[in-house]
């Protein structure tokens, strides 16, 4: 299975900061890459598919990048309300998530 | 509005059966353009696909879980279900159905989740 390594585990910023996440799957995944935002108690809800595409609705703020084995996840300001857990998901070969990323 | 919503038991005694139901309304499960799948989080922890299905019996499982799992789709009842076998407390998790794009592959509909605890 191809595994998926998400860093950092966990982050602390303020408001306005610029947070960025990584995923390193452990082969080529081409650009077959999805991130998502977890609030507690509540289910995942997709952002960003194919490593940069943004879903309609979700704010400008958020952009994700790269291709291959190395991608980031990028917040340009932080807001209070993107307090959340973040996961990067491959589906080059079935799915895997990567271990998630919680920002404080 | 396309809705997932899963049921089953809660509580699960160890090496017994964990069998979940995800109903789909508001849409067809009977399309080519998705998969249906169950993804799982421990308590405190991340997010784990167990497996998916296509409205025509194809399965993909996870290599770790593939002894275990079954997964089956019931298009005249619009649901489809889990079947996890043998568990011990580390199936303890709550457990989701989601939508996937056979495309994107991304999950776009997910139910509100199903804790499921394993003990005696």
């Known amino acids: 299975d191809i595994q998926m390594t998400q860093s950092p585990s966990s982050l602390s910023a303020s408001v306005g900061d610029r947070v960025t996440i990584t995923c390193q799957a452990s082969?080529?995944?081409?650009?077959?890459l999805n991130w998502y935002q977890q609030k507690p108690g509540k289910a995942p809800k997709l952002l960003i598919y194919?490593?940069?595409n943004l879903v309609t609705g979700v704010p400008s703020r958020f952009s994700g990048s790269g291709s291959g084995t190395d991608f980031t996840f990028t917040i340009s300001s932080l807001q209070p309300e993107d307090i959340a857990t973040y996961y990067c998901?491959?589906?080059?070969?079935?799915?895997?998530f990567g271990g998630g990323t919680k920002v404080e | 509005q396309l809705q997932l919503q899963e049921s089953g038991p809660g509580l699960v005694k160890p090496s017994e059966t964990l069998s979940l139901t995800c109903t789909v309304s508001?849409?067809?499960?009977?399309?080519?353009?998705?998969?249906w799948g169950w993804i799982r989080q421990p308590p405190g922890k991340g997010l784990e696909w167990i497996g998916s299905?296509?409205?025509?019996?194809?399965?993909y499982y996870k290599s770790s879980l593939k002894s275990r799992v079954t997964i089956s789709v019931d298009t005249s009842k619009n649901q489809f279900s889990l079947k996890l076998n043998s568990v011990t407390a580390a199936d303890t998790a709550l457990y989701y159905c989601?939508?996937?794009?056979?495309?994107?592959?991304?999950?776009?509909?997910w139910g509100q989740g199903n804790l499921v605890t394993v003990s005696s």
């Open positions: 194919d490593a940069s």
């Open positions: 989601a939508r996937r794009s056979v495309i994107r592959g991304f999950f776009d509909y």
């Open positions: 299905m296509s409205y025509s019996g194809s399965t």
């Open positions: 082969r080529d995944i081409s650009n077959y």
């Open positions: 508001g849409g067809s499960i009977s399309s080519s353009s998705y998969y």
């Open positions: 998901q491959q589906y080059d070969t079935l799915v895997t």
